[in-house]
């Protein structure tokens, strides 16, 4: 028997309708290269639905996809509305790949329109040979200054919105339809495409609001540094339409200087971003006016406890992480002191905050070993991390079923090695791949490289296993020191003795100039290998 | 194209497996007439999965309905678990309502069987021989001293679950499975059924937990004295599962006394009930340590400004005003303070939120007026209220589609006449049926009620519309006043010149010693008419 329910789909459209009637007077707000350009939600709305016109006159088919190459921005935001719920896919990218990933992608994604901010044209129109199947290339001028093609496939944003006799009528869809794209970064074999649909959308922007995660309210002013060609900008503009914040976007000004002076203008109250941009800000936050924030997320990489510790102590603000994937719409689990952690100090309060903490509503997770058999969770015994739920991925786009990624029993295998305590908070060991095993032993990167981090004088910190005659393997630290400091393996000795058992301490320490990253700012431990290997050449 | 995530149903096993993974040492904490009951998360559950097996063994068939009887108690959560996920339909029972009327709902819902609260059999079993499609009574023994029939059909649950061999495993269902029967109060004709879907509880349990409804977290501790038989304790016990909070339930201690007793010595964060209870709960306040209450929430009827000033004079804390209906699961919408209301006085925060709010997310409202036509969201023009959303009804257990309730186009029509402004917040004017219709033109009884109830000496204040030979209607006020009051018609007169239009001021009042509720607590008009038209006779 059915319930008697409406049969109301979970769709953007319903996002839409939402901050556009009752939200129309709260802004989004893009910094651009002349300024700052501050519009009302009913407006971008009303963008949007003239946008959704434009891809009509296109001719963009049903179901296509719609790539872009942007910023965040207000026409990125617009982009979020039109394509999903005008029926077509969104299909966010990562102008950061090199020129052969990109081909790739978007030939895999078979994009039929590239929407592109005319400061990245550099990027995007050296290869639009190689991309056969888009017709067409929009360019959304950011104040870039770079020379318009003189090409039929090139036309303006704002005069295609000009050229739409109307605002195009709401386009039904299933809330299983596809609504967007995203692909993995392929730290390992080709990138793959991540297809979301309107419900896990939904569904993920409504965790987001929830009171023990990132608790978005009206009176939010949420700013999303990470940027939205990456997991939807971890769902944030999507959670702001549905609890009507003001929504600050950085645009192309990434300095930590603008971001910044946009955090205490706009008096931000929820940030999101990667490390990166966290120890980016180190500096300015004494100057800095950021008395309205309430909240900051990391994610996409651990929290060294360095970097949180000196957040705190200058904003009185804990940093929270995050933990997530791009299969996981992002969001996995978000860390918080529970009722069980009362009475911690500080120290062990914010070090909590580091994990990823426990999983979101209608996310499941579980432990497996290498025999397949489930893992208690002690908050002990480590095993592969998988999860399961509405707003996790099933496959990828245009593979066969069954990749290697996912279990028979439709769990998707994070690649993570972590454990899981009694109150659900999940702690990441290792990647499964960046275990080190010396003398048969595993020994965690993940927690060397806190140990090592710990260290006053390293600000961060990679260890990669390096093959060893006697051991198989044996750790190898990779060291970013603070200026004029002379750390070496004798200073990391002394300073492991004790914290770590003692054939963890790695022999070797290599102190670099720079951490090789990936093109969305994670440390490359492919790039670290690869510069051993010609080391030893 | 479909979206490529994983196929997981919203239903009500993933709240249960939720809350005992990751929340199982937390508690619910019933109290009895001989103490309090006090049992782990983990253990309930487990009680929930023998409960299934239970049925199981009394042959209670697939979609079958299993009626309750039941305070709020931890067995009513144990069946609010174990019927649904085992793929029953969990049908709560208002005890408080008339015999036929119970008896018209237990064969209209056609229950299989019943668990009975002991101290509640001298209401049901008397019924017992107009019930012909109860196969089984399962007596719950809440310490009551009623002694129990000498009849096969009756059955102890405690015994029934030290019966059951083992748990009974996961039964699968498909999200829009029936899950729960409630019955409307049926102020008009007969009461109608409606059915609860498991992904409508689901929605609704992910509503109460974002930071501008309820906001339940895992630190909370909530007590819903709102009924366990009125839609789903307005579905608190779900969200308390989802987010882990400890759940303290009244139990048949439904005095003031005990309530405020519960409430300081657990702590209580969160608690959610009728304006009666609010009242009740008044005189006890100032010797009452409340200190843990970060949020009550009212409901049910419109909550008087007065009332909400004595609590906040007494508690520090504005009671919340929510609106729903038994047909919307029942959440439509919740008061809050938004960005635009910044600056408004202590005064004007507390009449706000006493108005129902903005409707929560994936909730809309629109008005509509005599002609079907579309009214504007002005906050000024009324006409009717009308929703929808995937947490509204479609229609009612056992009807033919296209019940008077629906539009064509699938809103459900609330009966309510109301405004909305410009941010979507929604104020009930009146009941369709209560307007007063005097000389051509509408008074609202609602507006009138709270003006009246504005003086100091009227506690409780209800308008209805009498036959009047000049004007067609004139509104008769029905007054409760504190005791010793002189209060009359000329009092009144004076209290409401200025305050409204001088033709809505009622020529007559009437000073009852008590004013006439339904069932469900909420006043009767309907019995309010019949006294008065019995004294014209």
Redesign the interface.
Known sequence: ????????P?DVA?LM??VE??????RVITATTNGEMVTPWHQVVGRARRLAAALDLLDVPP?ARVGTFGWNSQRHVELYLAVPTSGR?LHTLNHRLHAAELTYIVNDAADDVLFVDRSLLPTVWPLIEQFPTVRHVVVMDDGGTEPLPDDPRVRDYEALLNEVPAPAPPVAV?E????SLCYTSGTTGRPKG???????I??HA??L????SF?????DVVLPIVPMFHVNAWGLPYASM???TDLVLPGPAMSPAALASQMSRHRVTFAAGVPAIWRGLLPLLPQTDLSALRMVVSGGSALPESLALAWHQATGVMITSSWGMTEA?PLVACS?L???HDGLGQEEQRALLGTPG??V??T?ARLIDDSGDPVE?DGVTPGELQV??????????GAEPGAAAFTDD?W?RTGDIATID???YLRIVDRTKDLVKSGGEWISSVELENEIMAHPEVVEAAVIGIPDDRWGERPLACVLTTAGSDFDAAALRAHLTGRVASWWIPEQVWVLPEIPRTPTGKVSKLALRQLHASRQQ
Chains 1, 2 share one sequence.
């Open positions: 028997m059915r319930g008697l329910m409406q049969d109301r979970l319903t309708r939402r009637r009752m939200f129309g007077h709260k179901r896919i299933d299983n339809d596809a609504a991540v297809l979301y649909s309107h419900r896990s939904v569904l409504l965790l609001l929830g009171a023990d608790a978005i309210s009206e009176r549905l609890a009507g719409s918080r529970a009722t069980v426990p999983t509503p209608l499941e969770h399961a739920g509405p707003t996790i991925a099933a496959g990828y786009f439709g998707l009694r109150y659900g």
